[in-house]
Nanobody, 115 residues
Framework: QVQLVESGGGLVQAGGSLRLSCAAS????????MGWYRQAPGKQRELVAS???????NYADSVKGRFTISRDNAKNTVYLQMSMLNPEDTAVYYC?????????WGQGTQVTVSS
């Protein structure tokens, strides 16, 4: 079993920055894909960014150039550095781990960007 615990959310003004962290515990494999999703009120959950153990990354078009995902394999932790935040980034951000057909989720952390 895998547990994911997010931290680092909060309230920030437009143009500001936040760093989210997600610590994974349990049995973690180097082949696991880790990432961040977000869900705004009334909208579907969407992929923000993902990363594999080699460091290869994937980003949603809406965050490219503003967000950076990174992974510390030794600490089983994934980070999301968010810069140039705007109100459209307001959402609950969820950490995600994918392994074959299994998917694990964190409890989510709220990010609110004021204009």
């Amino acid at each position: 079993q895998v547990q994911l615990v997010e931290s680092g959310g909060g309230l920030v003004q437009a143009g500001g920055s936040l760093r989210l962290s997600c610590a994974a515990s349990g049995v973690i494999f180097s082949s696991d894909v880790m990432g961040w999703y977000r869900q705004a009120p009334g909208k579907q959950r969407e992929l923000v960014a993902s990363i594999i153990s080699s460091g290869s990354t994937n980003y949603a078009d809406s965050v490219k150039g503003r967000f950076t995902i990174s992974r510390d394999n030794a600490k089983n932790t994934v980070y999301l550095q968010m810069s140039m935040l705007n109100p459209e980034d307001t959402a609950v951000y969820y950490c995600n781990l994918r392994r074959a057909i299994m998917t694990f989720w964190g409890q989510g952390t709220q990010v609110t960007v004021s204009s």
